[in-house]
């Protein structure tokens, strides 16, 4: 195979693997958008703010699956191979998310309706546990010698458009129908179509190669040993965790409650709110790879730490100016800062990751520690801001989460080398 046609088929392999990365995050994306809506519709309550918090606390339920689903199909992702793992994780979206969509209000059928919401985010939440292990894995594996960190970058960019289709269906659907078609039925359009997209990454996602790595490994371990692999490399998936924490609180902080705490802390209009979240996804999608690249030629260490110092050092007083006087303009400038930094930060971190983890347990370590983070910080971030809000009073509070992210990210990156050395 020529120089070019091994490089076209790379290309296909990303794009193809990253699919239902995208169709992974969309999911997410929509129901943190149309918290609000959701919360009102299954969380019916007499207190507005009960009935947010509620929903909001539901999405992140959903991370809780995350570390069970990390260890049982990580571990069954590095016994059986990357992409049949990916296809089963496919199918486990498919199915929360569904359950998510066609689901009855609460006033059609009362309890059963948060019942069975909640369900189809734990479900959902139990595939993504090693959906980005799972891609960030198999895109380390087919990376060109010396480029890896521009690969796995594409594990995080390839979110970014699902930020960006999630917002501008917001957008679209906030300019077509009126507030109360909004609240009572157009949530689910965004979701449905999700649902409408499964059936077609599911097919390019099927015709995805095992990694040449993967393949050549001589044995390849069991339920059991992985677990008793992860047990004794325990500290390196716990630092794994911490440098994960600062990139999930970032994330989710600048999408998906970026359109709560616009409209609900800010009063700023819905559609402002969307416009942002769609630019920092827009932003992100560009800067990710660059920074991988970047991080290729620097060394990933430099950059966790500028990016976290960088955070620690700005993270409050950004979101002290923005709440002074809150303006579109202004919840502009401040996402797009803190995008700069999470991309950079990411771009390095998710490649460290892949590298820093024990290579029998690579998908399972790496997802492992993620989920953690998520499950324990970055999950929750919208539900732990809106309650620090409404508990503090002060609509800059979300800062000083953010800061408090950085310096534990900033701790890791500090420690992670003498634990790798050991491990």
């Known amino acids: 195979m020529d120089n070019t046609t091994q490089a076209g088929s790379k290309l296909s392999n990303v794009i193809r693997v990253a699919a239902g990365n995208f169709l992974e995050m969309y999911d997410f994306m929509v129901y943190g958008y149309y918290a609000a809506a959701i919360g009102r519709t299954f969380f019916p309550s007499g207190n507005e703010f009960a009935s ?8 992140g339920a959903g991370f809780l699956m995350r570390p069970l689903g990390a260890v049982v199909l990580g571990a069954y992702i590095d016994r059986k191979g990357r992409r049949e793992g990916l296809i ?4 486990l979206m498919a199915v929360g998310t569904l359950a998510i969509a066609v689901t009855p209000s609460y006033a059609a059928i009362g309890i059963l309706a948060p019942i069975l919401v909640v369900l189809g985010r734990l479900v959902q939440g139990f595939s993504a546990g090693v959906e980005l292990g799972g891609v960030s ?30 917002a ?20 689910r359009i965004p979701l449905g179509l999700g649902c409408l997209l499964i059936p077609f990454v599911y097919l390019i996602r099927r015709s995805l190669p ?65 416009i942002v979240t769609a630019s920092v996804g827009a932003l992100n999608f560009v800067m990710l790879p660059v920074m991988g690249a970047v991080s290729d030629r620097v060394g990933r260490r430099p950059m966790l730490l500028v990016c976290t110092l960088l955070a620690l050092a700005t993270a409050y007083p950004a979101m002290w100016w923005l709440a002074s006087a809150p303006s579109f303009a202004r919840l502009m400038m401040v996402e797009l800062w803190f995008a700069l930094f999470y ?17 029998d347990v ?35 509070i979300p800062g000083a989460w953010l800061s408090f992210a950085a310096v534990v990210g900033l701790t890791a990156a500090i420690i992670a080398p003498r634990l790798k050395q050991r491990a």
């Not at 089963?88 to 199918?91: E, K, Q, R, Y």
């Not at 490994?217 to 325990?234: D, H, I, Q, T, Y």
């Not at 630092?239 to 994960?244: K, S």
């Open 88 to 91: 089963v994780t496919l199918g």
């Open 343 to 359: 991309a950079s930060y990411n771009g390095a971190m998710v490649a460290y990751l892949t590298e820093i983890m024990p290579p």
């Open 52 to 59: 947010l918090m509620l929903s909001l606390a539901t999405f």
């Open 168 to 187: 501008g269906l917001g957008i679209l659907l906030n300019a077509l129908l009126s507030k109360a078609d909004m609240q009572a039925w157009g949530w």
């Open 210 to 274: 095992e990694t040449s790595e993967f393949l050549a490994k001589v044995r390849r371990p069991s339920f059991g040993e992985a677990m008793r692999s992860l047990g004794l490399n325990w500290r390196i998936v716990g630092v794994g965790a911490m440098l994960a924490t600062m990139t999930t609180v970032s994330f989710y902080l600048i999408t998906a409650y970026t359109p709560t705490f616009g409209q609900h802390a800010l009063h700023l209009a819905a559609v402002d709110s969307l």
């Open 137 to 166: 894995v198999y895109l380390a594996e087919i990376a060109t010698p010396g480029r890896k960190g521009f690969y796995v970058a594409w594990q995080s960019a390839s979110q970014q458009p699902a930020v960006v289709l999630a």
């Open 362 to 396: 690579k998908t399972a370590g790496f997802s492992l520690a993620y989920s953690l983070a998520t499950a324990l910080f970055g999950g929750f971030t919208p539900a732990i801001c809106t309650w620090l809000i409404e508990t503090t009073g002060n609509k800059a």
